[in-house]
């Protein structure tokens, strides 16, 4: 586990110890949260006799990507439900995806939405064949002990009081909170436009995983800029800026918006003085090159070697 201070005026004006976990790095090819979350879902996929997985998510999607890595590394057979209509060329997350050896299909934005609907889960799987069904963003019951042994690594190395993720499908978040001491608290800084929802989403997965809910902790709606994967150049600003400063990339979808949520509660004196308080990287930046992509004709500025 790899923590780096963050030498940052707000932090010093109040005392505060400012850590970034590098979770992107604990895995070479399943960075962060998603390594975390498939771990014990791959664990029960091949205790249950499959040899396959499916999932769901938009193209361009980290969890996606994700998937079809495990599939490759673990030699099962993926297949991978893209929300929208097929466009050719693969962009680069589908075409690695599909190097990784996943089956793509797509579904309108409507059909889509049926992706949690068990007769149309049902209808899907006499298509595709027997297969072990992963949510998107990989986030359920069994996602939830894989991101709790973060906490349990991070108390080995330090002692902390706030732990602070970005938040999709609210499973990361859902995972830490199972694992936090009483006086500990998380943040989550919501990825989406309108992520209030994620408060019950986080609910209903620690409650399916352990029987009851946590109170301690904060979801953050004020951060999105803009909304899920939308072009902001404050937020590329932020990043070059963040960069320059501490020798590390952040993703315009997750991380970004995380750090400069965290700086600004500092500014707004949000965290205890004398506290320390620990930012997740969980990945993502496989991400850069499908922004690149939609975005790249509106900024001067984009990272090299992603």
């Keep these: 586990m790899i923590l780096v201070p963050l030498q940052e005026p707000e932090a010093a004006r109040r005392n505060i110890r400012l850590l970034l976990l590098r979770d992107d790095l604990t895995h070479p090819e399943l960075p962060g949260n998603k390594w975390r979350k498939l771990k014990y879902n791959l664990t029960e996929a091949q205790q249950l006799g499959h040899d396959t997985l499916l999932t769901f998510g938009g193209a361009f999607s980290n969890h996606i990507a994700a998937v079809a890595a495990a599939g490759r590394l673990t030699g099962l057979r993926t297949i991978g439900i893209i929300r929208g209509e097929e466009t050719p060329p693969l962009n680069p997350t589908l075409a690695r995806a599909a190097a990784d050896g996943m089956t793509l299909r797509y579904l309108d934005r409507e059909t889509y939405r049926r992706k949690q609907d068990p007769a149309f889960l049902a209808e899907l799987l006499r298509e595709t064949g027997p297969a072990y069904i992963i949510p998107e963003?990989?986030?359920?019951?069994?996602?939830?002990?894989?991101?709790?042994?973060?906490?349990?690594?991070?108390?080995?190395?330090?002692?902390?009081?706030?732990?602070?993720?970005?938040?999709?499908?609210?499973?990361?978040?859902?995972?830490?909170l199972t694992a936090l001491a009483p006086h500990q608290q998380a943040v989550g800084i919501a990825a989406l436009k309108n992520g209030g929802f994620l408060r019950t989403d986080v609910d209903a997965l620690t409650q399916a995983a352990t029987g009851h809910?946590?109170?301690?902790?904060?979801?953050?709606?004020?951060?999105?800029?803009?909304?899920?994967?939308?072009?902001?150049?404050?937020?590329?600003?932020?990043?070059?800026?963040?960069?320059?400063?501490?020798?590390?990339?952040?993703?315009?979808?997750?991380?970004?918006?995380?750090?400069?949520?965290?700086?600004?509660?500092?500014?707004?004196?949000?965290?205890?003085?004398?506290?320390?308080?620990?930012?997740?990287?969980?990945?993502?930046?496989?991400?850069?090159?499908?922004?690149?992509q939609r975005f790249g004709h509106r900024s001067a500025?984009?990272?090299e070697g992603v």
């Design 137 to 176: 963003g990989g986030s359920n019951a069994l996602a939830l002990p894989g991101c709790a042994e973060l906490v349990t690594e991070l108390a080995a190395e330090t002692t902390f009081d706030y732990l602070c993720v970005a938040c999709g499908t609210g499973g990361t978040l859902a995972g830490l």
């Design 301 to 303: 500025w984009w990272p």
């Design 213 to 292: 809910t946590f109170p301690n902790y904060d979801l953050r709606t004020d951060y999105h800029l803009g909304g899920y994967a939308r072009f902001s150049l404050e937020l590329l600003d932020f990043i070059h800026a963040f960069q320059t400063r501490h020798g590390v990339l952040l993703d315009p979808v997750y991380t970004g918006k995380l750090l400069f949520g965290v700086l600004d509660l500092l500014r707004q004196d949000y965290f205890a003085a004398g506290s320390t308080v620990v930012a997740v990287h969980t990945g993502g930046l496989q991400g850069w090159t499908g922004f690149r």
